[in-house]
């Protein structure tokens, strides 16, 4: 893959080499082995369920890169749930997953950073909805690494993990290989608290609340030959995301301190639906649903014309999220004549990630 150049405004132009690597090949422990931990490896298995995400907006996009987590942004956690099982072992490492460099980049770097030197038998089992914005990556990756965690007696902090994953977030390439990706740090946080989450840049949690509890919530994911992974994405963010974001990031991190976090004080997620609205229409977000033509405008605009006060696209789509209090039938009614149909029937997950060990 070759280099490729990122211009954000008249005198922002960055270089990024998004030449993938191989698993293990670059990894940033944040210092963390300095420490000399003590490990504790417990017997048996250790089960982790983690939460998947929507992430409604990036605050700033040019405060991150591939490699460079951080932008802040928006999400909240659904009952759709990746689940990943570790089994220490004495020396060999097993990975059962279809997206195994992923999770094997992630495991030589948290033998690095706690100074592991055994094996782990990992099985991993994600959502299955991949590169739609349902962060499937983040997900299956938090899990793991608090798996692995837990496995060794819990050396981290859940914010050290949660960290240690967004310093060193990939993609697999599909030859084996991996390359960095975008990571704000919204999907593990909610995936490890639940509920929504308000984040800062360099991964900062800087608010997180439940919400919408017991309301329904649907996710409509619309047919797109627009790739939302890989270079299209990068070009996507880091170009007219970046410029869009020159113009209003202040006014959406203004609309998210000063009313979406009342809001969500309140409970009221009519209020909630109104401010997300209206960030679809700017900075980076407009970015995002543009990318896959103005067709996402209609469908949201359809849904909401339709009384529903809650909808999102989540990351760079096209899934959207719907949040009501109206039945699925209700709402396969007023997206019929669009050829929609509900691809997931949920709720928000408020608990986050929980543990077991057999």
């Known amino acids: 893959m070759p280099k490729l150049m990122i211009r954000g405004g008249d005198l922002d132009l960055v270089e990024y080499n998004l030449q993938p690597f191989q698993p293990g090949d670059q990894i940033n422990t944040l210092g963390y082995e300095k420490r000399k931990f003590t490990l504790k490896p417990v017997k048996g298995t250790v089960k982790v369920t983690a939460p998947a995400r929507i992430h409604l907006t990036v605050l700033d996009m040019n405060r991150f890169a591939p490699g460079k987590p951080g932008g802040g942004g928006v999400g909240f956690a659904v ?9 220490c072992t004495s020396k060999e490492i097993e990975i059962d997953y279809d997206r195994a460099p992923v999770l094997r980049h992630h495991v030589d770097i948290f033998r690095k950073a706690v100074g592991y ?3 782990f038998r990992i099985k991993a089992k994600d959502h299955q909805y991949h590169h739609v914005g349902m962060g499937s990556t983040s997900t299956i990756s938090i899990a793991t690494l608090n798996a692995m965690n837990r496995a060794v007696g819990s050396p981290l902090t859940q914010t050290e993990l949660r960290l240690l994953m967004g310093y060193n977030f990939v993609e697999e390439t599909g030859d084996g290989r991996v390359a960095f990706a975008f990571e704000t740090g919204v999907g593990p946080a909610v995936s490890t608290h639940g509920g929504m989450a308000v984040m800062g840049d360099d991964l900062a949690l800087v608010y997180t609340h439940p919400f919408a509890e017991g309301l ?3 996710i409509v994911i619309p047919t797109s030959d627009i790739s939302s992974a890989g270079t299209r994405e990068i ?3 880091m170009n007219r995301g970046r410029n ?3 113009m209003d990031r202040e ?3 203004h609309m998210v301190l000063m009313d979406l976090i009342p809001a969500l004080e309140r409970g009221d997620v009519k209020k909630a639906g109104k401010i997300f609205w ?3 229409f700017r900075g980076s977000k407009r970015a995002e649903v543009e990318h896959h033509g103005f067709r996402i405008y209609h469908y949201m605009a359809t849904i909401r014309e339709a009384g529903i006060d ?5 990351s760079v789509g096209p899934t959207i999220a719907v949040i009501t209090e109206r039945s699925r039938k209700e709402l396969e009614q007023a997206i019929a004549d669009l050829g929609l149909k509900v691809a997931v029937e949920t709720k928000i997950d408020n608990r986050g990630m929980t543990f077991g060990e057999r």
């Open 216 to 218: 329904n919530v649907f």
């Open 310 to 314: 809650f909808v999102g696209m989540s």
């Open 235 to 237: 070009e996507l963010l």
């Open 117 to 119: 030197q055994g094996g």
């Open 251 to 253: 006014v959406k991190c």
């Open 79 to 87: 009952q759709v749930y990746c689940t990943a099982e570790v089994t």
């Open 278 to 280: 209206e960030i679809e």
């Open 244 to 246: 869009l974001d020159y």
